[in-house]
């Protein structure tokens, strides 16, 4: 019997528990610890594209990224909810979204050096 015949009968099976890696050597460790120590600026580079600006207009969102849910009561002036009513279903969807949009706003602008703040009560 040839060994390709063999390994195809008797094959070797390995799993590994991704919660519960083996133990690192000391080699491994020691390699571990000389990596950290390095200074960034050793780090090569130079295989890694650039994105320019062309690549982030045209990326998107990753399609599989679902943001955990959390069910809140929530007290709203009535003029909102019939504005967001209005639009047909999906209100709770599109009140999210514009959540989502002011609080990316929002980051944006924290980034800015000299931002005003918002007094506490409109915070």
């Known amino acids: 019997m ?10 070797v099976e390995c799993t590994l528990d991704p919660t519960a890696p083996p ?7 020691a390699e571990l610890r000389a990596l950290a120590a390095l200074p960034d600026t050793t ?5 890694i ?3 320019d600006d062309d690549f ?6 990753n399609p599989y990224y679902r943001p955990i849910k959390r069910q809140l009561t ?5 003029d909102i909810i019939a504005w967001l009513r209005a639009a047909g279903p999906g209100y709770q969807t599109r ?3 514009l ?3 002011a609080m990316r706003q929002d980051a944006l602008s924290a980034s800015e050096p000299n931002r005003p703040q918002l007094p506490q009560e409109e915070r």
């Open 74 to 78: 929530l007290r709203l002036d009535a």
């Open 43 to 47: 780090i090569d580079t130079s295989d």
């Open 99 to 101: 959540l989502r949009q």
């Open 23 to 29: 133990p690192l050597t000391k080699a491994q460790r």
């Open 49 to 51: 594209p650039l994105l």
């Open 56 to 61: 982030w207009r045209s990326a998107r969102p």
């Open 2 to 11: 040839s060994s390709k015949n063999s390994l195809r009968t008797n094959p």
């Open 95 to 97: 009140l999210n979204t």
